[in-house]
């Protein structure tokens, strides 16, 4: 069993930048693939950026490329998420996720909610114009 807790969540304005964590514990031997998701009010959740931790192989949504920077700490068990230049629309609930098992197609399943059988709680990141 692996816990996700996330970090570093809060309001910004638009243009600025923030940084959230992930910190994972427990059996974390067992996992492959972690990400991050998002979810805002009255939209479907949606993958944000993704990493196989012991292979440094990233995945982006279109909309956050050359924005955000998913980056991972092997020896703390971290997975973090730089967002620069936010824009209002970023504005959601992130929720770290994280999976036991190796994809067949990564680069079309990445991003892939089902992908995913571990969830953190979720932080909210709050982007004002």
């Known amino acids: 069993q692996v816990q996700l807790v996330e970090s570093g969540g809060g309001s910004v304005q638009a243009g600025g930048s923030l940084r959230i964590s992930c910190a994972a514990s427990g059996n974390t031997g067992s996992l492959t693939l972690m990400g991050w998701f998002r979810q805002a009010p009255g939209k479907e959740r949606e993958g944000v950026a993704s990493v196989y931790p012991r292979m440094d192989t990233t995945y982006y949504r279109e909309s956050v490329k050359g924005r955000f920077t998913i980056s991972r700490d092997n020896a703390k068990n971290t997975v973090d998420l730089q967002m620069t230049n936010l824009q209002s629309e970023d504005t959601a609930m992130y929720y770290c996720?994280?999976?036991?098992?190796?994809?067949?197609?990564?680069?079309?399943?990445?991003?892939?909610?089902?992908?995913?059988?571990?969830w953190g709680q979720g932080i909210q990141v709050t982007v004002s114009s």
């Open positions: 996720a994280a999976s036991t098992h190796w994809l067949v197609n990564p680069d079309k399943d990445a991003l892939v909610d089902a992908s995913y059988n571990m």
